[in-house]
């Protein structure tokens, strides 16, 4: 199965639909990907955005849920900006805390005022 994004026209992801593979078969000369898109655009109408994404994030960095963001110069989905503190990792597409988060075993959620790690109780 193939898995393809839409997106909206600032790339961020609407959904992302599963495309059964006997669609994708090569049909002159065309890849599997532009066959998806199209094959989306049939369903879905001539004016939507497709890309192709991988489950197992083989591909694009990471598999995108409905408001993740396409990055199409670095051809990557991740997710949108936590905090305005946090800064994007282009090597992971993961967004960075800017004080890594203790490694103590505890429980912590991210305080932007400060900018530092609260320690919560665990359920």
Known sequence: MAHFAELDANNIVKRVIVVNNTVLGDANGLDGETIGVEFCKSIFGADTHWVQCSYNSSFRAHYPGAG??????????YSQQPYKSWVLNKQT????????????G????????????????AD
């Open 93 to 104: 597409f993961i967004w960075e805390a800017p004080v890594p988060m203790p490694t103590d």
């Open 106 to 121: 505890k429980f912590y959620k991210w305080n932007e005022f400060d900018k530092s790690w609260a320690e919560v109780e």
């Open 68 to 77: 993740h963001v396409y990055d199409k110069e670095a051809d990557a989905f």
